[in-house]
C-alpha cells in the first residue's frame, strides 16, 4: 500500500507537507480523486467524510492508495466518487459567509478525519508523515 | 439480563436551595449543580438555567442532551467508563426523572448548530422542546484546543445529569417497567415459534465532534460486538457528536432509543428480540468493509432471521448502511433500514449517497433539507452572538430581528434515526 493524501485544506498542508496540494474547491479534490481513479489508484478513505455537507465546508482531504504499476480501475471506488460527486452536485454552493474562526474549525475537523484514518492504518505500519 | 426501570415523573422543575424530587417537583441547587459541572481545571465557568415546554426560549448551540438517571441496584453505575468504573450495566433496577433532560451548550467550535426552541414552529421538529431542560453552559479557560474543549463539555454534562439523577434514588417511581434478554440460546429457546429479531445500531465514528463512546471506548476503535439493549438504558453508550444535530443520537437518546423500545413492546408476542450488534461508520473503506463483514458474520451467528439497522448521519455512513444491508441480506436474513434524506429543499433529489437493491425496506426519518424560518424568542441561552454562522443556514440566515431561516438539520433530533422525533407522513 502507498497512501497518497491529496488535499485542499491548509491545516493538512502543513500537518503533511507530502501531500498532494489542491488550490481549488472541494469538488475539485474529488475530481482530482476520480483522475487518480480512472489511473488505477483505489480510495481508502470515504469521499463524504463528516457531517459537514460540501455545501457548508470549503475543506476535503482524501487518502488513495496508489499501487505501483497497477492500472485495474477499481469499481468500487470509482462508484463512489462517482456517487459522491452527484451528491456534492445535488447540495449546491456554499451559501453562508464563512467566517475566519469557522475556516479554521472547519480545518481542524477535516485534519480529525484524516488522523482518524492514520489510526486505522498505524498497525500496517503505514508512513504517516 | 434484567433491568427495571423505575420512572419518577417529573412535572415540574425548579431551583432550589436541596436538590431534591418532591410530589413530582424536581428541585435544583443551582449553586451545587454548577460546581460539579465545573469540576474540571479546564473550565473556567459553568451557568445553570432552566428551560421549560411552551417558554418563548431558545438554546444554541446544543452539544449534547442527557436523562438524569441513578442506578439504584445491580451492577455498576451511571455512564460506565466515564462518570463510574467500566463495570457491565444493564441488569438491576435503574430509576429514571422521567421528563427532565440536562441539555449542554458551548462554543466548541465556531459553526454553530444544534437548536432546541421550546415554544413556536421550531418546537415542533425537536422532541425536547417537550422535556424540561436544565441547561448547562460550559466556558472553558482561555487557549483550549477543540478536542480537549468537547471532551471537557461533554464530561461536565454527564458529572450534572449523574448529579441531578442522585435525587431519584430514594424516590419511589411512578411506574416500574421491565426489560430483559435472556443469554442467546435460552432466550431462542424462549418463543421458539416467533422470528428471531436482531437489531443493528449504527454509531457514528469519525473524527471531532463526530464520535461515540461505548464503556467509554472511542468506538472507532471497537469492532462490531453483542451488548444486551439494557446496558445501552444504563449509559454503555453516550454521544461524542453533535454536528448536523437533526440526524445524531445525543445521549437521551441512546438511553432512550425507539428501537429498542419497541423491539422490545413486541418481544414474545410477534418476534423474538434476540440481541444487538453495535458497530461504527469509520472513514476508511477497510474499516468499514471489515466492520461490515463482522456485523453480517454476528447476526448469522446468533441466527437472526430478520434484522433492523439504524443509521446515524449521512454521507459517509450511507455506505456503511449500504455494505451492512446487503452482505446481512446475502445471508438470507431479511432487513429493515431506518435512515433519513437530504432530498434538495425540494425533496425532489436522491436521499442517500449509496445504495443497494437490497435495500428494499426502508424507513425514512425525514427531509433533513426542508426548509424553516424559527421566529425570534425573548430568551437565548447559549451563545447568540454566533447563530448567523449556522452551518445549515442559508445566507442571512439570522435576521435582525432574531429570527433564523435555514434547513431543519440544524435542530436537534428533527429527522433522529432512532425515531426519535416528531416528523411523520400520512396517506392521503
Same mark, same amino acid.
Given at each position: ?12 498542508? !502543513? ?6 496540494? /489542491?488550490? $481549488? ?66 447540495? $449546491? ?13 472547519? !480545518?481542524? /475537523? ?20 | ?72 441496584? &445491580? ?16 441488569? &438491576?433496577? =435503574? ?30 421538529? =425537536? ?40 435525587? &431519584? ?36 465514528? !469519525? $473524527? ?33 457528536? %453533535?454536528?448536523?444535530? %437533526? ?7 441512546? !438511553? ?19 440481541? %444487538? ?47 451492512? %444491508? ?66 445549515? $443556514? ?35
Amino acid at each position: 500500500m502507498k497512501p497518497i493524501l491529496i488535499t485542499n485544506n491548509p491545516l493538512v498542508w !502543513q500537518t503533511y507537507p507530502e501531500s498532494i496540494q /489542491i488550490k $481549488g474547491s472541494f469538488r475539485e479534490v474529488l475530481l482530482r480523486a476520480r483522475d487518480g481513479i480512472h489511473r488505477g489508484q483505489r480510495l481508502i478513505t470515504h469521499p463524504l467524510t463528516g457531517s459537514l455537507k460540501p455545501n457548508q465546508t470549503p475543506y476535503k482531504s482524501i487518502i488513495l492508495d496508489e499501487e505501483p504499476g497497477n492500472q485495474a480501475i477499481d469499481l468500487v471506488s470509482l462508484q463512489m466518487i462517482e456517487k459522491s460527486l452527484a451528491t456534492v452536485d445535488k447540495l $449546491g454552493p456554499i451559501k453562508v459567509q464563512l467566517t475566519a474562526k469557522m475556516l479554521e474549525d472547519y !480545518q481542524v /475537523i477535516d485534519l480529525s478525519f484524516i488522523e482518524s484514518a492514520w489510526d486505522s492504518l498505524r498497525p500496517l505500519g503505514i508512513k504517516t508523515r | 439480563m434484567r433491568l427495571e426501570i423505575g420512572n419518577i415523573n417529573i412535572k415540574d422543575v425548579q431551583l432550589g436551595n436541596e436538590t431534591k424530587v418532591e410530589k413530582g417537583v424536581l428541585y435544583v441547587n443551582q449553586e451545587e449543580l454548577a460546581k460539579v459541572t465545573g469540576d474540571d481545571e479546564r473550565i473556567a465557568s459553568v451557568e445553570v438555567y432552566l428551560a421549560k415546554p411552551g417558554e418563548e426560549t431558545r438554546i444554541i448551540p446544543v452539544k449534547d442532551v442527557i436523562e438524569p438517571r441513578v442506578k439504584v441496584s &445491580g451492577s455498576g453505575g451511571i455512564f460506565p467508563g466515564f462518570i463510574s468504573k467500566v463495570d457491565t450495566v444493564g441488569e &438491576g433496577r =435503574t430509576h429514571v426523572l422521567k421528563g427532565a433532560a440536562v441539555v449542554t451548550t458551548g462554543k466548541i467550535v465556531g459553526f454553530q448548530e444544534g437548536i432546541i426552541d421550546m415554544s413556536g414552529p421550531g418546537a415542533e421538529y =425537536t422532541p425536547f422542546s417537550k422535556t424540561l431542560n436544565i441547561v448547562v453552559k460550559v466556558d472553558p479557560i482561555d487557549g483550549l484546543h477543540q478536542h480537549e474543549h468537547e471532551a471537557v463539555v461533554r464530561l461536565a454534562g454527564f458529572r450534572a445529569a449523574a448529579y441531578i439523577g442522585e435525587a &431519584g434514588r430514594n424516590v419511589e417511581p411512578d411506574d416500574v417497567q421491565v426489560y430483559e434478554t435472556k443469554p442467546l440460546l435460552e432466550q431462542a429457546a424462549e418463543y421458539p415459534n416467533l422470528p428471531k429479531v436482531a437489531y443493528v445500531y449504527m454509531l457514528q465514528t !469519525q $473524527g471531532l465532534l463526530h464520535d461515540t463512546y461505548v464503556y467509554g471506548v472511542d468506538a472507532k476503535r471497537i469492532i462490531p460486538t453483542l451488548i444486551y439493549p439494557t446496558e445501552v438504558m444504563d449509559g454503555a453508550i453516550v454521544s461524542g457528536n %453533535c454536528v448536523s444535530a %437533526c440526524d445524531k443520537n445525543p445521549t437521551y437518546v441512546h !438511553q432512550n432509543s425507539p428501537v429498542i423500545h419497541d423491539l422490545y413492546e413486541l418481544h414474545g408476542k410477534e418476534i423474538n428480540f434476540i440481541g %444487538c450488534v453495535i458497530t461504527n461508520e469509520n472513514v476508511t473503506l477497510a474499516d468499514k468493509e471489515r466492520s461490515s463483514n463482522m456485523t453480517a458474520k454476528l447476526v448469522e451467528l446468533i441466527g437472526a432471521e430478520a434484522v433492523i439497522i439504524s443509521e446515524e448521519g449521512f454521507g459517509n455512513p450511507d455506505a456503511d448502511l449500504v455494505m451492512n %444491508c446487503r452482505k446481512i441480506e446475502k445471508k438470507g436474513i431479511k432487513t429493515v433500514l431506518i435512515t433519513d434524506e437530504y432530498a434538495g429543499q425540494d425533496g425532489a433529489s436522491q436521499s442517500l449517497a449509496d445504495s443497494t437493491p437490497e435495500g428494499d425496506a426502508v424507513v425514512t426519518a425525514g427531509n433533513a433539507n426542508e426548509v424553516i424560518t424559527l421566529p425570534p424568542m425573548k430568551t437565548v441561552i447559549g451563545y447568540p452572538e454566533v447563530a448567523d454562522v449556522i452551518a445549515g $443556514g442559508s445566507a442571512g440566515s439570522l435576521k435582525e430581528d432574531g429570527s433564523i431561516t435555514a434547513e431543519i438539520q440544524v435542530i436537534t433530533g428533527a429527522t433522529n434515526e432512532l425515531g426519535f422525533n416528531y416528523l411523520t407522513a400520512k396517506g392521503l
